[in-house]
């Protein structure tokens, strides 16, 4: 079993729409999550932080984190076209100086017109 | 501002061959810097972390090295290259400590394909 499960889709949805991307891991070590979007061909790009449990919003974006079941969630409001990338769900444990990340196979999202 | 540098963008190179890969950070100092390793369908993979000069930390047994002669520089090498060693090279940098370390920045990365 992998330490993170992400469903690779792709998901296809209206402009317009709710998104809902989602991760779950097993190691319950982990205390860091990350959300990171990544263009085709592009290097990932860091879109939400949240430590421990909780929601955190930041404009069109809810990252929600629920350590009692092992589950994250990123959800994308009013969804645009220019939303379309890969989804990658991220998290660590505490590992002295150099946090190791380890990651979703990301989900595929296309925000059709 | 941070910026993070990775060359050449893309790359190929026939097996046996050696590589050089170069990552530059500017913007800041005494970052904790990573190289991974993205293959379709498989997610990152971590190979090295440096968190300082001369300082590397191997996470999968390979033929690839690292090294890391200055603050904000970071080197990923092999002296033969096999054709497993295609995929996407991407280089990260993070604070050193703190909650910083986990922010993890990525560069636009290398595509490598063997031949």
């Known amino acids: 079993q992998k330490e993170v499960e992400q469903d690779p889709g792709p998901l296809s949805v209206p402009e317009g729409a709710i998104v809902s991307l989602n991760c779950t891991y097993s190691n319950s070590a982990f205390q860091y999550f990350m959300w990171y979007r990544q263009y085709s061909r592009k290097g990932p790009e860091l879109l939400m932080y949240?430590?421990?449990?909780g929601n955190k919003e930041d404009g069109r974006f809810t990252a929600q984190v629920d350590k009692s079941s092992k589950y994250i969630s990123l959800f994308i409001r009013d969804s645009q076209p220019s939303d379309s990338a890969t989804y990658l769900c991220a998290m660590s444990a505490l590992t002295g100086t150099a946090s190791k990340l380890t990651f979703g196979t990301g989900t595929r999202l296309q925000v059709t017109l | 501002s941070q910026t993070i540098h990775q060359w050449p963008a893309t790359l190929v190179q026939p097996v046996g061959s050696p590589l050089s890969l170069e990552c530059t950070v500017e913007?800041?100092?005494?970052?904790?810097l990573y190289w991974y390793r993205q293959a379709a369908g498989r997610g990152l993979q971590l190979l090295f972390y440096?968190?300082?000069?001369?300082?590397i930390s191997s996470e999968v047994p390979q033929n690839l090295s690292a090294s890391r002669p200055q603050d904000r520089q970071f080197i990923l090498s092999s002296k033969k290259l096999l054709l497993s060693d295609s995929g996407f090279y991407l280089c990260?940098?993070?604070?050193?400590?703190?909650?910083?370390?986990?922010?993890?920045?990525f560069g636009p990365g290398t595509r490598l394909t063997v031949t």
């Open positions: 949240t430590y421990s449990s």
């Open positions: 440096s968190v300082g000069i001369g300082q």
């Open positions: 990260a940098w993070s604070g050193r400590a703190g909650p910083s370390s986990y922010e993890q920045y």
């Open positions: 913007g800041t100092s005494n970052p904790n």
